[in-house]
């Protein structure tokens, strides 16, 4: 088995899409970039930009579950994206999904222990909801790990 990985970790929103990326052994995730998403052709072209340069094997998709598990629009318009931007990643590249309620809100109670409060972490709270997501990932990933 190769003990190295490289993941991205996706947070989608309808402004912003925060990017994450895991280091070489797969054990933390860290920030990456927040690409802007008024323009959703473009933001895909970034993203597979940087799963190229960063020879990513696993993209993790944060999907937006209601609170009860149920999926709504929310679900929709990531899944929408996902197939934009699915042609445009290299063709080695898995897609992974996993229930992202409530890293935001995690994030955000990260980035105020840290010091920061909403107008000082606005530039970063949706890479940092990213991280959450493919933190969550790698960890279930690593349980199932000799």
């Keep these: 088995m190769n003990d190295l990985i490289r993941a991205m970790g996706m947070d989608y929103?309808?402004?912003?899409?925060?990017?994450?990326?895991?280091?070489?052994?797969?054990?933390?995730a860290h920030p990456l970039e927040t690409v802007p998403a008024a323009d959703l052709e473009r933001a895909a072209r970034r993203i597979a930009e940087l799963a190229e340069l960063r020879k990513i094997e696993h993209l993790v998709v944060g999907l937006?579950?209601?609170?009860?598990?149920?999926?709504?629009?929310?679900?929709?318009?990531?899944?929408?994206?996902?197939?934009l931007l699915r042609p445009l990643l290299p063709e080695a590249v898995t897609i992974h999904e996993v229930d992202e309620r409530l890293t935001t809100t995690s994030a955000m109670e990260k980035l105020h222990q840290a010091g920061r409060n909403a107008k000082n972490s606005r530039k970063i709270i949706d890479q940092a909801a990213a991280i959450e997501i493919l933190q969550s990932w790698l960890d279930a990933r690593s349980a199932y790990l000799p």
């Design 13 to 28: 929103g309808t402004a912003r899409i925060g990017l994450s990326v895991s280091d070489d052994i797969g054990m933390l």
């Design 64 to 83: 937006p579950l209601h609170m009860n598990g149920e999926e709504g629009e929310a679900v929709a318009g990531v899944r929408r994206f996902v197939a």
